[in-house]
């Protein structure tokens, strides 16, 4: 059974390396990150409260968090196992998913931590450039799409994500070591925590990822 919990600091790869993970091992990709934006762009009750919050690159609370992921992981397509991205990302949603796991039947058990030094991270936030369509990232530099501005998946339109300027950013890499960081040794401890080195390249840390995976499927 995969599953998963994918972490790593904004800029690590998380969104490159969920999208291959699902798309090769079959799993519903669960990311925070994209049900906070849908929310916001279908200017729900929900994204009306977290759109300042994100835009300035904190923390959605708690409780709203740990409720909308308690939700989807009870859905019917998690049942044969899940890729978390973004989640958990504080001791408290940590344990919350700790106790959930169990109470549906659907326990985590494989963590993956991507790391990147943060003068690496700062770099690909700054050229970032997502598809809000399909979630797909590139960068201006170093992944950059077919043609410009345009989806190579999915022909959406690529935008600059509003928490993707360095005023964000520094807040983001901030709350990543304060409240996400302490994950490391929460899930060291719980004896499910991988790392991987986030500078080998996309390619080859997929490789690694999937040799990981093909053990525990
Ligand atoms: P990143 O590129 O930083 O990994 P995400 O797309 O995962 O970005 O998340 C974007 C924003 O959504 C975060 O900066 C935060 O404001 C909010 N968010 C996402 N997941 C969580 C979570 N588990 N807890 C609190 N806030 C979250
Ligand atoms: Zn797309």
């Known amino acids: 059974m995969l599953n998963i919990i994918l972490m790593?600091?904004?800029?690590a790869g998380k969104g490159t390396q969920a999208k291959r993970?699902?798309?090769?091992?079959n799993l519903p990709h669960i990311s925070t990150g994209d049900m906070f934006r849908e929310a916001i762009a279908a200017g729900t009750p929900l994204g009306l409260e977290a759109k300042a919050i994100i835009e300035r690159g904190d923390l959605v609370p708690d409780e709203i968090t740990i409720g909308l992921v308690k939700e989807r992981l009870s859905k019917d397509d998690c049942k044969d196992g899940y890729l978390l991205d973004g989640f958990p990302r504080t001791i408290?949603?940590?344990e919350a998913l700790k106790a959930m796991g169990p109470e549906i039947g659907r326990p985590v058990n494989l963590v993956i931590?991507?790391?990147v030094?943060?003068?690496?991270l700062i770099e690909r936030i700054a050229g970032r450039r997502v598809?809000?369509?399909c979630g797909a990232s590139y960068h201006v530099k170093n992944m950059k799409p077919k043609a410009e501005g345009v989806c190579d998946r999915c022909?959406?339109?690529?935008?600059h994500r509003k928490d993707d300027n360095e005023?964000?950013?520094?807040v983001r890499l901030e709350n990543y070591y304060t409240s996400t960081q302490p994950l490391v040794d929460f899930y060291k401890k719980e004896g499910l925590y991988h790392h991987f080195d986030g500078m080998v390249g996309y390619e080859p840390l997929y490789e690694a990822i999937c040799e990981l995976l093909k053990e525990h499927r």
């Open 21 to 25: 993970i699902i798309d090769g091992f």
């Open 155 to 159: 022909g959406g339109e690529l935008v």
């Open 92 to 94: 408290p949603q940590a």
């Open 8 to 11: 790593g600091p904004p800029g």
């Open 131 to 133: 598809c809000p369509k």
């Open 117 to 120: 030094p943060d003068e690496v």
């Open 167 to 170: 005023e964000s950013f520094i």
């Open 113 to 115: 931590d991507i790391t």
